[in-house]
């Protein structure tokens, strides 16, 4: 199963992102493998500078909504309080011209 994962930054969290994003790009080299899930696409979301980051955006394959929840809840960014809305939403492909199977 396929899942979006859509996560929007609290407005005064800037900061609290930066100081965090190691720890978060070091949890996503792990974490899918010990939540048996796969990050397809993954990468922050930003605003029109594309520079600053507002949020974050992952394209998941896991086996239930469970591993999702339980991956996300302990991501660094959850854990420092820099979400402030966490969207997770299972989603048929229909289309994917990046390549691989849909």
């Known amino acids: 199963m396929h899942f979006v994962v859509h ?9 609290r992102r930066l100081s965090h994003l190691a720890a978060h790009r070091a949890y996503l080299d792990t974490a899918p ?5 796969t990050v397809l ?8 500078d ?6 974050s955006f992952f394209l998941l394959e896991a086996p239930h909504l469970e591993a999702v929840e339980e991956m996300i ?4 960014l959850r854990l420092a309080n820099v979400w402030e809305t966490v969207c997770i939403n299972k989603v048929l492909i229909r289309q994917n011209k990046m390549g691989g199977s849909g």
């Open 41 to 48: 696409l993954s990468g922050p979301l930003t605003i029109g």
């Open 7 to 15: 996560a929007l930054d609290k407005p005064d969290a800037v900061e």
């Open 33 to 37: 493998d010990a939540h048996g899930l």
């Open 73 to 76: 809840a302990q991501d660094p």
């Open 50 to 55: 594309q520079e600053t980051m507002t949020g």
